[in-house]
Structures are given as C-alpha cells and as structure tokens.
Nanobody
C-alpha cells in the first residue's frame, strides 16, 4: 500500500522556520522524483520544489528560492522541505508528491497545514 505521510506543519511567526517531512512507503522511493506542492485558500495548487531521484538536482518556485531547501534521504525513504524566513504568503497546505521515473505513477500525501501569522 502506497503511503506518503507529511509532518512538521504548524503555526509560525513571520521570519520563522519550519521543516516538513514526508515519509514514503509501499514503493521504491529512490526511483521516484519527489516534489513539494502547496495550495493556499482560494488558489490553485502550485509546485514549490522538486528533487531528482538521487538528489543531484533541485528546482524551486521563484518566490521560495534562497529560503526553502528540498532534500531527501533514500535510506529513510523521506523527503524534507526546510523553510526559512517564512512570510504570511507561505501560508498553505503543503503536499508531498512522488512521480515515477517513467511518469506512470503519481502519488500524493494528505497534506500538512503551514500557517505564518503573528
């Protein structure tokens, strides 16, 4: 059974930091490109960051460049999103996504809420 379980969300003040984790199971984690998406109220889901299967390449949405860092540990089947210098515009539900190398399989987590507010 495929599972992606996000954790680490919560309420943080502007300028603060959070580290999201996504624990994967039920598939060969190292064969999947991993991404973080987010969806704010009333907005479409957007891609935040992506990391290739072995972690050699990462890409970021422009508004998070220099503030967020995506990483993965293939020995723990986990992908992370370190979020620094958070601002209220980062408030959203953050989702973990896994796509197989051949694009045949696409899995989503249930999401974790991140709220940036004073």
């Amino acid at each position: 059974q495929v599972q992606l379980v996000e954790s680490g969300g919560g309420l943080v003040q502007p300028g603060g930091s959070l580290r999201l984790s996504c624990a994967a199971s039920g598939f060969t984690f190292s064969s999947y490109v991993m991404s973080w998406y987010r969806q704010a109220p009333g907005k479409e889901r957007e891609l935040v960051a992506t990391i290739t299967r072995l972690g050699h390449l990462t890409t970021y949405e422009d508004s998070v460049k220099g503030r967020f860092t995506i990483s993965r540990d293939n020995t723990k089947n986990t992908v992370y999103l370190q979020m620094n210098s958070l601002n209220p515009e980062d408030t959203a539900v953050y989702y973990c996504n896994a796509v197989s190398f051949n694009n045949l399989y696409n899995y989503w987590g249930q999401g974790t809420q991140v709220t940036v507010s004073s």
